[in-house]
């Protein structure tokens, strides 16, 4: 079975500074992929960074990057310079190879609240 | 192109009703999955279908039904509602089964059941 765990309900972070948002996962697949999603008050969800198992370096998008450490099977978040918009609930995922893996399996998700 | 839409966006039921949600997707995608999400967590797949006419069940199939008998239609189904099923729904898509094929969601569907 595979499992997702994100144990920071709430961040705080002031606006400008960076903030790594923690994910943790267990999986018995070779092959996996790793998911963010931010989801707004709006509640829509936005992909934001993927991360395969294999790849040899860590994702980065924009501000986004993912610091992927497979030996420890963690793949948390960093947002660089977080601005106000950044607000939200985040999201970490991961999806697998084997049958009825095919669909996403979710953390419970961080707030993340930049302060002025 | 509208990417991944949602019938309706909100809905209240009283006890026992039945509805249908509607997905549609105009990206051509095989791959269709139905989440809810309850307060404070993540997201549960509830069914999924892997191709026009297919079906499995997810994580939290009881209560609910699916049908794919159109290629860009996913329905999902609750024949008798209960509280239980107050959630927010995601509708997704995607073009493959691959571990790197990102999924679209839908705006969801906020349902109440009273």
């Known amino acids: 079975a595979q499992k997702i765990t994100q144990t920071q309900p709430g961040m705080f972070v002031q606006e400008k500074e960076a903030v790594t948002l923690d994910c943790t996962y267990d999986?018995?697949?070779?092959?996996?992929?790793l998911f963010w999603y931010k989801q707004p008050s709006s509640g829509e969800m936005i992909f934001l960074i993927y991360?395969?198992?294999?790849?040899?370096q860590n994702a980065t998008e924009g501000r986004y990057s993912l610091n992927f450490q497979k030996a420890r099977k963690s793949a948390n978040l960093v947002i660089s310079a977080s601005q106000l918009g950044d607000s939200a609930m985040y999201f970490c995922?991961?999806?697998?190879?084997?049958?009825?893996?095919?669909?996403?399996?979710f953390g419970s998700g961080t707030r993340l609240q930049v302060q002025p | 192109n509208a990417g991944v839409t949602q019938t309706p966006k909100f809905r209240v039921l009283k006890t026992g009703q039945s509805m249908t949600l509607l997905c549609a997707q105009d990206?051509?995608?095989?791959?269709m999955y139905w989440y809810r999400q309850d307060p404070g967590m993540g997201l549960r797949l509830i069914h999924y279908?892997?191709?026009?006419?297919?079906?499995a069940k997810g994580e939290v199939p009881d209560g609910y039904n699916v049908s794919r008998l159109k290629k860009q239609n996913f329905l999902l189904g609750l024949e008798s509602a209960a509280p239980s099923q107050t959630s927010v729904y995601f509708c997704?898509?995607?073009?493959?089964?691959?571990?790197?094929?990102?999924?679209?969601f839908g705006p969801g569907t906020r349902l109440t059941v009273t």
């Open positions: 997704a898509s995607s073009y493959s089964s691959g571990t790197a094929s990102e999924q679209y």
């Open positions: 999986t018995s697949d070779p092959s996996y992929g």
């Open positions: 991360q395969g198992s294999y790849d040899q």
């Open positions: 995922a991961m999806r697998g190879m084997g049958t009825g893996r095919r669909a996403l399996t």
């Open positions: 990206m051509n995608h095989e791959y």
């Open positions: 279908s892997v191709g026009e006419g297919t079906t």
